[in-house]
């Protein structure tokens, strides 16, 4: 009987995931910038939080978190595929 915490293939949730964190490494690099640039430091709420260290926190954290989703969404998209460099397996 197989694990419940494991998939077909022998993989549990966390190997899973870390797979797929590694495979879209390269798209978060390239859009991480734009991200931070355009949208991140402009946002009103995070330029009020007066704790630098919290303040780096919280932009380190939404950074990477959208910059995956961005990523993700872009693998499922024809064209935008080659700007995430995700391969489906």
Do not use: D
């Not at 549990?12 to 991200?35: A, D, E, P, V």
């Not at 919280?58 to 969404?73: D, F, G, R």
């Amino acid at each position: 009987m197989p694990s419940p915490n494991k998939t077909p293939s022998g993989e549990g949730g966390i190997t899973r995931f870390i797979n797929r964190l590694s495979s879209i490494t390269f798209g978060i690099y390239l859009t991480h910038i734009l991200i931070m640039r355009y949208w991140l430091w402009k946002t009103e709420w995070i330029q009020q939080i007066s704790n630098y260290q919290l303040q780096t926190l919280v932009i380190a954290l939404l950074t990477l978190s959208l910059s995956a989703i961005a990523c993700l969404i872009f693998s499922r998209l024809p064209l935008l595929n080659t700007l995430s460099a995700y391969k489906h397996r």
